[in-house]
């Protein structure tokens, strides 16, 4: 069985990679990438699960 917060997890790096892959159509800016990939795909979710518990 898959936790809660692991689903939610996987949602937002699916939705992260998403994201990124439209921004590249628009900016090169590698900061800009990043800071999709990781506000999204790591330090919004962790933000939830943690508010979660």
Sequence with gaps: MVSRHTKT?????????????????????AWVLWGILVGVGVLLPTALNEART
């Design 9 to 29: 997890t996987a949602a937002f790096v699916l939705l992260a990679t998403v994201l990124w892959l439209f921004a590249q159509q628009y900016t090169d800016d």
